[in-house]
């Protein structure tokens, strides 16, 4: 009797375990915190679809941001109905290949097209426009896409653009300060800005973006993140960058970049730049 006695106290508090075990973990579940969202941006001056072996394939340049899995795409050197580049709608082509969305910033018309930056993206475009940068001597018009898009819920401004190569930084300057003023216009909404800034870290170029803006390269990176020339790669000019967070009170979720890579291909003059957020809520 008093074995059956002990088996039956036995039941009961293994019963007793089970159903605490499970409340705990029902109790613990309400309080995880969900995964945090993730945005994969890609930044990549395709040369107009022109790889190291100086032939023109679209197909190269789609296969490489269809890899890459990213979800906003920065392009620069885009030709449209350029005689070069065969006639061809590059962003056309690219947006049907990849099933993104596009937008195109005209900023010069060339060889019977247009040549300007373009951008690819998977959400829902809210507003676009193209800024056309002052210019202090003649030369090529550059220029700043920007986009207002829906990520999962969050709205984010994303801006593409290439700044002047010559020697002189003058004129890099001043777009940067540009850059600055029409980030500002965006209020507390996050803004990433990618694209081909010809010039390196500590340059007057960079460190006067790096006033407002976090490299994710310094933040997220490894190694050198040379990406030009695509062939023996010896500059880091290609960047993206997020601006630092000014979000209001009202808002608790800010993007970070975690993981920044440079992506081997040859498919263009120079290598895309992959950057990876991730959407935390602070408390």
């Excluded at 705990?24 to 579940?29: D, E, I, T, V």
């Excluded at 789609?62 to 990213?70: E, G, N, P, Q």
């Excluded at 993206?121 to 920007?146: C, D, S, V, W």
């Excluded at 300060?177 to 996050?190: K, L, N, Q, V």
Aim: aromatic fraction near 8%.
């Amino acid at each position: 009797m008093a074995h059956k006695s002990r088996v039956r106290r036995n039941v009961v508090w293994c019963s007793v375990l089970v159903v605490f075990g499970l409340l705990s973990g029902c109790a613990s579940s309400k309080h995880t915190a969900p995964p945090p969202l993730l945005l994969r941006v890609l930044t990549y001056n395709i040369h107009h679809g022109e790889g190291t072996d100086g032939q023109i394939d679209i197909d190269r340049i789609a296969k490489v941001i269809l890899d890459s899995k990213a979800d906003l795409v920065a392009l620069q050197e885009v030709d449209r109905g350029v005689e070069r580049s065969g006639k061809i709608d590059i962003m056309t082509i690219l947006s049907d290949k990849t099933g993104m969305t596009y937008a195109f910033g005209r900023n010069i018309d060339y060889e019977g097209g247009q040549y300007g930056n373009g951008a690819l993206t998977h959400f829902p475009i809210l507003a676009e426009k193209n800024l056309h940068y002052e210019m202090i001597r003649e030369g090529e018009q550059r220029g700043l896409l920007q986009l207002v898009v829906e990520t999962k819920g969050h709205e984010i401004v994303f801006m593409n653009t290439h700044l002047d190569p010559r020697a002189d930084d003058a004129e890099r300057i001043m777009n940067v300060a540009e850059i600055i003023g029409e980030s500002e216009s965006y209020g507390d909404r996050p803004v990433v800005v990618c694209g081909d800034f010809n010039d390196a870290p500590g340059s007057r170029t960079i460190d006067s973006m790096k006033t407002e803006f976090i490299d994710c390269w310094e933040t997220a990176g490894r190694g050198d993140g040379f990406t030009y020339p695509a062939s023996n790669s010896v500059k880091r000019i290609d960047f993206v960058f997020l601006k630092k967070n000014k979000q209001s009170l009202s808002s608790s979720f800010i993007w970070k970049p975690v993981s920044a890579r440079v992506v081997s291909t040859d498919a263009s003059d120079h290598l895309p730049l992959l950057v990876e957020f991730e959407l935390r809520q602070e408390n």
